[in-house]
């Protein structure tokens, strides 16, 4: 499965290109900024992202990773993700920036 990580040059100013716009929508939602703000579980953060933002959160992962999604990847696919936000401290902290705005 493709990261955020494996992005390199060109590439990735594409990729970034392609998910800003689903990543502000699904951000500046107050139930996914409340639920970034509070001691949710990465799980149970993923789980607020796919009940309001399906298709943003659809668009984000197939762009990340073309693989079909399904009903056993799709969960494992959002949460990996996030973890991969939290564990980069320069994503995260520009997370942590579009939650509050």
Same mark, same amino acid.
């Not at 502000?24 to 900024?33: G, L, R």
């Not at 933002?53 to 659809?58: D, G, L, Q, V």
């Given at each position: 499965?493709?990261? *955020?990580?494996?992005?390199? =040059?060109?590439e990735?100013? /594409?990729?970034? =290109? !392609? *998910?800003? /716009?689903? #990543? ?5 939602? !107050?139930?996914?900024?409340? %639920? ?9 953060? %993923? ?13 984000? $992962? ?6 079909? #999604?399904? =009903? *056993? ?6 949460v990996? $993700? $996030?973890?991969? #936000?939290?564990?980069?401290?320069d *994503?995260? !902290?520009?997370?942590? $920036? %579009?939650?509050?705005?």
């Amino acid at each position: 499965m493709k990261k *955020l990580s494996d992005y390199k =040059g060109e590439e990735a100013i /594409e990729l970034w =290109g !392609d *998910l800003l /716009e689903p #990543i502000v929508t699904i951000t500046s939602d !107050d139930e996914v900024a409340k %639920a970034f703000r509070s001691t949710k579980t990465i799980a149970e953060k %993923a789980k607020v992202i796919l009940k309001t933002h399906k298709k943003e959160a659809c668009e984000i $992962l197939t762009r990340i990773d073309p693989t079909p #999604i399904d =009903g *056993l990847n799709i969960v494992i696919r959002m949460v990996e $993700l $996030l973890m991969e #936000i939290e564990k980069n401290p320069d *994503l995260k !902290d520009f997370f942590s $920036l %579009a939650e509050t705005e």
